[in-house]
């Protein structure tokens, strides 16, 4: 009886937590200003192989499992790699290659520059995250079929960027402060739905604590 009780407040407790949304750098923009994201690895059409890394201070604590970016493409975008970590360029709360596709990279526009804008989800890797604590995301290695350099972060806010801090790399030497803000991102579950309102995560938790109730006294009527 209490097993079954626990198991499910489990649940309960893993799901929240799964859903949390550690941090959002606001909505894509896709129409002012990116950032080139497809160095170190490829050189953008202008011949620099550069990347960004965005500095944040977690919102909420818990082990993010999806990530969302604002991209800009000319040809449809085919992967990129993303790193986390205590420190600007950072590996070692997780890294990893996602391969893009129109299930997960999902075109938006085109904008005045002649650039698609792409909402990228992906599903990925990372230790926890601690509310309060900062932390950096950089994007890298972004390309498409052809190659082309085109591949940028979206820096939303009328291209004036948000509060995260953005540290530029080149070649593989990092820079420092890009001048603006950070690039359009959110950090957190997967690939989903929004995250639920507080009153929703009680009704949520009250009918988990119900159903709990309601098979305690069944267990009890077996025995």
Known sequence: MRTTSFFLLT?????LTASAQIYSEGPIDGNDNAF??????????????QDISNGFVAANSGSPGGLEWGEW????????SYELGSAAFGTDLGSGTVAQNAGNSTFLFT?????????????I??????????YWLSISNATDAANDGTQGWDIPNGGSGGPAICN????????????????SFTLGGCCGPPVPEPSSILLFGSGILGLAGILRRKLNIQV
């Open 36 to 49: 080139f994201v497809t160095g170190p690895a490829f050189p953008n059409f202008l011949g620099s192989f």
């Open 111 to 123: 904008n005045g520059f002649g650039y698609g804008v792409y909402d990228a989800k992906a599903s």
């Open 73 to 80: 493409s000319v040809g449809a975008p085919t992967s990129f």
């Open 125 to 134: 890797t990372s230790a926890a995250m601690t509310a309060g604590n900062t």
């Open 11 to 15: 649940i309960l407790c893993l799901a």
């Open 168 to 183: 530029f790399r080149q070649s593989g030497t990092n820079f420092g402060n890009c001048g603006l803000g950070g690039e």
